[in-house]
């Protein structure tokens, strides 16, 4: 990106960008999270999302609770094999391009529950971007994963289809 | 007025010589064996004749390798009274032998046995003969194992897993 004034256009400036990096500059400001929350981490991301952490601040409020308008997955809680197939269904019907956040210890590999009913790690089905460790994680740990996706984006070099 | 916990047991001695096993008392907690077929009318006389109108918890127990019979089915009844004296809780007991499963189902009595008996079934494997709806309630429906038994292993996650993926075949052909 470069800064330019021009005289033609009465010395107002203008910025000389590739599509790709405008359009990963505007994604990584306006995620919209969908809360899959199944457990005690989803109070935390509640008050990560609530006034006193406050995730708007970058450009993370909206939370949909309809996959389709949503291209940030939180899941934070434990996921059981029953749970799992449902999990799998919210992520496809997301639109692309998505992200995937895995919040706290049951989510990233099963946590204290190693039983019949519980997938050891949501990377068993989903591919997750940014994983958060903690039981539950507190909101700052949160926050700092999200700031981890926007770098992520920032460096996305697809094209725009 | 007080209720009378020991008159109820008389009355049920007298009405069934035959049906009653065992009596435990226990900390103020009373404890009948029930003979597996009689269920189904000892509950039935307890809840018409002394109010026992709430079926709290239906639970089972597996004694692998510690007894025989191997499971124990036990019922907890709950008696609502005005005085806190006339609240009154007693526990049913039923042995089950391993080679037949099955006992009778309280859900015509107390509609709320209903679910309680579907965990047991689903968990244990117990079948409650009688049931209107007698499916898995907590495990995926075509689940093959009763994860409460002892003899399960408890970090056997297979049986889980290929449930996992037949309903996420089923997901990927369907409308989603």
């Known amino acids: ?161 | 007025m007080s209720f009378d916990l020991q008159a109820v047991i008389d009355s049920l001695k007298s009405n069934f010589p035959d049906t009653i096993l065992d009596i435990k008392t226990f900390r103020n907690e009373t404890t009948l064996l029930i003979k597996k077929e009689k269920i189904q009318e000892f509950c039935m006389y307890l809840k018409n004749n002394f109010d026992f109108k709430f079926i709290v918890d239906i639970t089972a127990v597996d004694y692998l390798e510690r007894k025989t019979p191997r499971y124990e089915v036990v019922y907890y009844l709950h008696r609502f009274g005005p005085e806190y004296s006339e609240n009154v809780r007693i526990r049913l007991k039923v042995e089950v032998p391993e080679e037949d499963t099955r006992v009778l189902s309280v859900t015509p009595f107390w509609s709320g046995a209903n679910w309680l008996e579907r965990e047991v079934y689903d968990l244990f494997g117990i079948e409650f003969v009688g049931h209107p709806d007698l499916r898995r309630i907590l495990m995926p429906e075509e689940y093959n194992a009763h994860p409460l038994r002892k003899d399960f292993d408890v970090r056997n996650r297979e049986p889980s897993k290929r449930c996992f993926e037949k309903a996420l075949k089923e997901g990927e052909s369907g409308t989603s």
């Not at chain 1, 049951?106 to 994983?131: K, N, R």
């Open chain 1, 1 to 161: 990106m470069g800064v330019n004034t021009n005289p033609v256009l009465g010395g107002d400036g203008f910025v000389t960008t590739k599509l790709s990096s405008f359009a990963n500059w505007a994604r990584k400001n306006s995620l919209w999270p969908m809360p899959f929350g199944t457990a005690c981490c989803a109070i935390e991301m509640m008050g990560a999302f609530a006034s006193r952490f406050d995730l708007s601040r970058f450009g993370a409020e909206v939370v949909r609770f309809s996959p389709r308008q949503a291209d940030l997955m939180i899941v934070s809680g434990t996921i059981t094999y029953k749970m799992a197939s449902v999990c799998r269904k919210i992520y496809d019907q997301m639109p692309e391009p998505k992200w995937v956040i895995a919040m706290g210890s049951c989510t990233c590999g099963g946590g204290p529950f190693d039983s019949y009913a519980v997938v050891q790690g949501i990377d068993e089905f989903l591919p997750v971007d940014v994983y958060v460790g903690g039981c539950p994680p507190r909101p700052e740990a949160l926050i700092d994963a999200v700031m981890k996706i926007q770098k992520k984006i920032e460096r996305e070099g697809a094209p725009i289809v």
